[in-house]
């Protein structure tokens, strides 16, 4: 990363931490991140630590990603990540940077995976909302 790259990226996350979420000390911070936003997600952590926040990053990429949602039965995704949901006890801020770097083709994706992860984490975003 260049300077200048790092310099905005931190700009912008220090912005995100402090300004527009007001992310304070103790809070306790996911950051669920793509492999190619991994730059910005890092900076989020760094200005979450210097804020006396505890980040976790969590880890998306686009080859699992048109894998699970092409090669993998419905069935298998439309089960409720549970590890996930109860980790929603502890968490008090969620920042989200989703979204493959390479957006999908017709045929890449089918509809009934993406309707089965929409159920699978309903449960997830009713608990986060509350």
Not at 1 to 11: A, D, G, P, R, T
Not at 46 to 55: H, N, R
Not at 76 to 101: F, M, Q, R, W, Y
Not at 120 to 129: D, L, M, R, W
């Amino acid at each position: 990363m260049s300077i200048n790259e790092e310099q905005v990226l931190s700009k912008i996350a220090r912005q995100v931490v402090e300004t527009c979420l007001q992310i304070k000390e103790d809070d306790m911070v996911t950051i669920n991140t793509w492999h190619h936003t991994i730059k910005l997600a890092e900076q989020l952590a760094i200005e979450c630590y210097k804020v006396g926040a505890v980040p976790l990053i969590t880890l998306m990429t686009d080859k699992l990603w048109y894998k699970m949602m092409y090669e993998i039965s419905a069935e298998k995704i439309a089960k409720t990540p549970l590890h996930i949901l109860k980790s929603l006890e502890g968490e008090t801020v969620c920042i989200n940077i989703h979204g493959p770097e390479k957006p999908p083709t017709p045929g890449k994706i089918k509809p009934e995976n993406m309707e089965a992860i929409r159920k699978a984490f309903k449960p997830i975003g009713n608990e986060s909302t509350n």
